[in-house]
């Protein structure tokens, strides 16, 4: 009787750990995704993914100081608050669009290369900081630039953001904090069990997978969908739902302003396409570029018209778009020329040559 | 063998179901307050306290639309974002001192007050709107001004805080976003075991109360276990530490005076008689806040208040009305009101008159 017991409780533990191992042996031939894996682990074990963490105020940042990213949680080399003296500072916030969007890495994103060419351009340094988060909106861009980046006292801040905004108003019941829709960094509900399987399966974690989705930082840090705004089933949304966009912008540029920088404010190109389900997005990208013209004609703001300039020349520039948004480094070549020319024509001859340094 | 087994575990199940029962009997002589087990237990359960919920950017509010608070979640009656004509709108934005502090409600609190003063001066009526939430900082202020306040469009704002930024200069390894000290709202960890305990055992609770202490929205939103500054010892505090304070009361402060509303920054009294062993820290702090409030208003041409100057002129009038260090009686906070409506009614002197309506 006892030994039956035993065989039986044996063979119920040989079972899983047998299909266990099965599966790891397999998981390359399945085209199981291990980094997938490794970030749902993280989530449901550290309550959090491996690059990001939960930051108060800014809701999420990159981790700080570990490879890739700076003690600020930005993707970008080290800052220190101390000016170089005869290096003019140029500061761009934004998300994803500004910190890299592709997997070239740092030289394919336009800050850098934004750097590189007003150093070609002009004969001295420039130091230009990336301060973009993939999924921040203006509201995260916002808190960020008052609790943190004004600190940097840059020359020019480069504001380029037009689609993360565009996710609340999506959503019902609008607040203009979009405190309908931002939460604080939740991870999925665990218990003992969920989390002694997330630590030593990886079938368990495909199998969750697979039923809930990959989850990604938008996901840990807005709420579960309450409906949709009325409005989207035809392909359009609240005008007053476009206005705290606006508003974010407006209070970082003229804080920027008033402390002497030149604020120039760059509208966001999409890549073209004929999905009717998808037009309320190009409606949302295509008010806040427009609302983003209008704030900077009425405030003096610089403005880089993006947008409009990949419209013009879509032959050359539609092979460069990785996604809707997310460009090669091709892509991004162009928009900090852009930029670059802006600069040249409204703030490089007020400034100041002394103390100017060779590029380093 | 099986019945010993099930009488054992019946006795066990009894012996605790009594001991629950007997210390529920036996709570009210053994003076165990109900209040913070009722506390605990919805941070146990719920994940937070039952007068707060957390929040993406400002970390923590009020509950929404419960209680006596409001649907943006603060303290006071709900606000209409349209403006009535000719009744002129005063924000008061502040931690605990100007949401309440005392047990008198509404009544007792300095914004409310501050209305009354000013329509029994004026005969007309204001709209006094009360923004401040117990435990915020300049920090959470300032998020809560540029994503929500501002669109309220007052022609008045006050900014009454001076002690709440002093707990993140007492950490070491400071950031001047308090991201070394504040973080998301963290419940204590939990399993389903302590998850139901807590809902169904006070003394569960009880006993975990004396061991960690009673949970507020301070623990709950800040940094465990860190190391203190090392001037602390000395009773002062790294004078580098106190810029983020003024610079984020000057953002506020700036941005409003932008939108055309007259400032007002209000020092902050403290208890005379302060007797802890840590007094001197915490009063060469707020002294140091309120000097820099000063300098900031005297700079930008603000209003100031000096509340912490006349309360220390007239030490013997006011020290009955003190309950702890900062917080005091309803007869204390009509003090603050008078002398905010004294530095309105002095500058104020070109209110319009067009419209004005009688008190409400």
């Not at chain 2, 007309?124 to 540029?146: C, H, K, P």
Request: glycine share 8%.
């Amino acid at each position: 009787m006892d030994r039956k017991v035993a065989i039986t409780l044996a063979c119920l533990l040989a079972g899983p750990f047998v299909t266990e191992l099965g599966f790891r042996l397999f998981e390359r031939p399945l085209g199981v995704d291990a980094k997938e894996l490794h970030d749902f682990r993280r989530i449901l074990l550290d309550g959090t993914l491996p690059q990001y963490e939960p930051r108060a105020h800014v809701v999420f940042a990159r981790p700080r100081n570990v490879p890739r990213y700076n003690s600020e949680g930005f993707s970008d080399a080290e800052w220190t608050v101390a000016r170089t003296p005869g290096v003019p500072r140029i500061l761009c916030v934004g998300a994803s669009t500004t910190e890299g969007g592709n997997p070239e890495g740092r030289e394919a994103r336009y800050p850098t290369q934004l750097e590189r060419l007003l150093e070609r351009r002009t004969g001295r340094d420039f130091e230009v900081m990336s301060a973009g988060v993939a999924g921040w909106t203006t509201a995260e861009m916002l808190v960020s630039w008052f609790l943190t980046l004004q600190d940097y006292a840059p020359d020019v801040v480069v504001l380029h953001e037009a689609i993360a905004d565009v996710h609340p108003r999506l959503r019902k019941d609008f607040r203009p904090d979009y405190s309908h829709w931002r939460i604080p960094l939740t991870p999925p509900p665990t218990n003992s069990l969920t989390r002694v399987l997330a630590r030593w399966s990886d079938l368990y974690l495909y199998r969750r997978l697979r039923r809930d989705g990959v989850p990604d930082i938008a996901g840990l840090t807005t709420s579960v969908p309450r409906g949709t705004d009325p409005l989207t089933r035809e392909g359009r949304l609240s005008a007053e739902t476009a206005r705290p966009f606006v508003r974010n912008l407006d209070s970082i540029g003229s804080s920027a302003r008033a402390q002497g920088a030149t604020v120039v404010l760059m509208s966001l190109p999409t890549k073209p396409h004929h999905d009717p389900l998808q037009a309320f997005w190009d409606y949302g990208v295509a008010e806040n570029n427009r609302n983003m013209g209008t704030l900077a004609a009425e405030k003096g703001y610089v403005f880089v018209d993006a947008a409009a300039y990949f419209a013009e020349h879509a032959e050359l520039v539609n092979p460069q778009f990785r996604d809707y948004v997310h460009l090669t480094g091709k892509g991004n070549q162009i928009k900090a020329e852009l930029v670059a020319d802006a600069l040249e024509r409204e703030w490089l001859p007020k400034l100041s040559p002394d103390g100017a340094r060779p590029p380093r | 063998m099986v019945r010993k087994f099930v009488i054992g575990l019946a006795c066990v199940l009894a012996s605790l179901i009594v001991a629950e029962v007997g210390f529920r009997l036996l709570e009210g002589p053994l003076g165990v307050n109900r209040g913070d087990l009722r506390n605990f237990r919805s941070v146990l359960v719920r994940g937070t306290l039952p007068n707060f919920e957390p929040r993406a950017h400002t970390v923590f509010a009020r509950p929404r639309n419960v209680s006596t608070f409001n649907s943006q979640g603060f303290n006071d009656a709900d606000w209409p974002v349209a403006r009535t004509p000719g009744v002129p709108r005063i924000l008061c934005l502040g931690g605990s001192t100007t949401e309440g502090g005392n047990i008198e409600g509404r009544d007792g609190q300095y914004p409310q007050l501050l209305e009354r003063v000013l329509e029994r001066r004026t005969g007309r009526d204001f709209e006094v709107m009360n923004a401040g939430i117990s435990g915020w900082t300049t920090a959470e202020m300032l998020v809560s001004w540029f994503l929500t306040l501002q669109d309220y469009a007052p022609d008045v704002v006050v900014i009454h805080e001076g002690v709440n930024d002093l707990h993140a200069r007492f950490r070491k390894n400071f950031r001047r976003d308090y991201s070394h000290w504040r973080v998301p709202l963290r419940p204590p960890p939990t399993n389903s075991l302590t998850r139901w305990l807590a809902r169904w055992s006070d003394l569960y609770l009880y006993q975990r109360l004396s061991r960690e202490g009673v949970p507020d929205i301070g623990t709950l939103t800040t940094t465990k276990g860190w190391q203190d500054e090392p001037l602390v010892q000395e009773m002062r505090l790294p004078a580098e530490t106190a810029r983020p304070f003024v610079r984020n009361v000057a953002s506020i402060a700036e941005s409003a005076h932008e939108l055309g509303a007259t400032v007002v920054l209000m020092s902050l009294p403290t208890q005379p008689d302060y007797s802890v062993s840590n007094a001197a820290l915490w009063n060469y702090g707020v002294n140091e806040n309120n000097h820099d409030l000063a300098a900031l208003a005297a700079g930008k041409g603000y209003l100031f208040a000096d509340a912490a100057g006349y309360f220390a002129e007239h030490v013997e009038l006011v020290r009955p009305e003190f309950l702890d260090y900062v917080h005091i009686t309803g007869k204390g906070n009509q003090i603050k009101a008078e002398l905010v409506a004294d530095a309105l009614e002095r500058e104020w002197a070109g209110l319009a008159l067009d419209g004005a309506q009688e008190p409400r």
